[in-house]
């Protein structure tokens, strides 16, 4: 898991409540939280629809929790190019709610986000503070949430950015290349993008280090260090199967075209853990060494991810 901070975020910060629970991040925040010790709230969506600005007040008020770590959100990019308000209600909306009702009860905030309210164009990591120019729906939608957030809450307030994730309680890249293995001879991934493959389980951990820790409210970008593309990523995949990395063929973007526009670099830096006393994540080559195990045995539903071709 990277390097043991198990000290952080907890203490005096021991209630705590995750919405999207039972999404992949959700499910291993509550785990890594339950893991230091803390006391857990994980309502269901039936429970907790960010969207109903009443229903996240009585939830919070009801709970009292010391930090609210939202994992809800839309995250079907391309569905929000045609359906943006709805995206909105979810990403910008929700986090709006989520701040009213943090703001009276005193509780801190942590919001997710995500790489795609950066243009995607650079050439070096995306600093915290870098403008943002999302070119699609969905990192339109994210980025109003981030605002959402620090303006309502500007002394309690946290937007973790994240990226290219994946973990053992959702669909995602790994695991489609886990199953592709099994069914294909070759596979085509797009090698023309650029970003960091990130384990769930490490994110949830620096998100649970955050609020005890002393690190001053605003935007910090938790994913793996180093980078790849998702051809790199596939390769390493087949490698730690033992199959052969050379199954995996190299193709350009224009093979998966996608009604949202993808960014081609994506690679967020992470500059604000210094000084904080947390140390920013591991090395992806060596996330993936440990969570492949776990995503192996847990098979689950996977489907075709934005970086393969051929569907």
Same mark, same amino acid.
């Given at each position: 898991?990277?390097?043991?901070?198990?000290?952080?975020?907890?203490?005096?910060?021991?209630?705590?409540?995750?919405?999207?629970?039972?999404?992949?991040?959700?499910? $291993?925040?509550?785990?890594?939280?339950?893991?230091?010790?803390?006391?857990?709230?994980?309502?269901?969506?039936?429970?907790?629809?960010?969207?109903?600005?009443?229903?996240?007040?009585?939830?919070?008020?009801?709970?009292?929790?010391?930090?609210?770590?939202?994992?809800?959100?839309?995250?079907?990019?391309?569905?929000?190019?045609?359906?943006?308000?709805?995206?909105?209600?979810?990403?910008?909306?929700?986090?709006?709610?989520?701040?009213?009702?943090?703001?009276?009860?005193?509780?801190?905030?942590?919001?997710?986000?995500? $790489?795609?309210?950066?243009?995607?164009?650079?050439?070096?990591?995306?600093?915290?503070?870098?403008?943002?120019?999302?070119?699609?729906?969905?990192?339109?939608?994210?980025?109003?949430?981030?605002?959402?957030?620090?303006?309502?809450?500007?002394?309690?307030?946290?937007?973790?950015?994240?990226? +290219?994730?994946?973990?053992?309680?959702?669909?995602?890249?790994?695991?489609?290349?886990?199953?592709?293995?099994?069914?294909?001879?070759?596979?085509?991934?797009?090698?023309?993008?650029?970003?960091?493959?990130?384990?769930?389980?490490?994110?949830?951990?620096?998100?649970?280090?955050?609020?005890?820790?002393?690190?001053?409210?605003?935007?910090?970008?938790?994913?793996?260090?180093?980078?790849?593309?998702?051809?790199?990523?596939?390769?390493?995949?087949?490698?730690?199967?033992?199959?052969?990395?050379?199954?995996?063929?190299?193709?350009?973007?224009?093979?998966?075209?996608?009604?949202?526009?993808?960014?081609?670099?994506?690679?967020?830096?992470?500059?604000? +853990?210094?000084?904080?006393?947390?140390?920013?994540?591991?090395?992806?080559?060596?996330?993936?060494?440990?969570?492949?195990?776990?995503?192996?045995?847990?098979?689950?539903?996977?489907?075709?991810?934005?970086?393969?071709?051929?569907?």
């Amino acid at each position: 898991m990277g390097v043991a901070t198990a000290g952080y975020g907890v203490g005096r910060m021991s209630r705590w409540l995750v919405a999207g629970a039972g999404g992949m991040l959700g499910r $291993d925040m509550v785990a890594a939280l339950r893991a230091r010790g803390a006391e857990v709230i994980g309502p269901g969506r039936a429970d907790l629809d960010v969207r109903d600005r009443g229903r996240v007040a009585a939830v919070v008020a009801r709970n009292r929790p010391d930090v609210v770590v939202n994992c809800a959100a839309w995250t079907a990019v391309d569905d929000a190019q045609t359906r943006e308000d709805d995206a909105f209600a979810v990403n910008a909306t929700g986090p709006v709610n989520l701040a009213a009702a943090c703001a009276d009860t005193g509780a801190v905030l942590i919001q997710v986000s995500t $790489d795609y309210v950066f243009g995607g164009t650079g050439s070096q990591p995306y600093a915290e503070d870098d403008p943002a120019e999302p070119r699609s729906a969905y990192g339109r939608t994210k980025l109003a949430g981030e605002r959402a957030v620090l303006t309502r809450l500007p002394e309690t307030g946290y937007v973790v950015r994240t990226a +290219w994730l994946y973990g053992a309680h959702g669909p995602n890249f790994v695991r489609t290349m886990i199953r592709l293995e099994q069914e294909r001879d070759t596979v085509d991934v797009v090698d023309d993008q650029r970003g960091q493959p990130t384990w769930t389980a490490d994110v949830a951990q620096r998100i649970a280090d955050l609020p005890g820790s002393g690190a001053p409210p605003g935007v910090y970008h938790a994913t793996s260090s180093g980078e790849t593309t998702w051809f790199g990523l596939a390769r390493a995949v087949f490698a730690r199967l033992g199959a052969d990395p050379g199954r995996v063929r190299p193709v350009g973007s224009s093979a998966v075209a996608r009604p949202a526009p993808r960014p081609a670099y994506s690679v967020l830096g992470h500059g604000r +853990w210094h000084g904080t006393g947390i140390e920013s994540i591991q090395d992806w080559r060596l996330a993936l060494d440990q969570a492949l195990p776990v995503l192996a045995a847990k098979p689950g539903s996977v489907g075709l991810d934005r970086g393969v071709a051929g569907q």
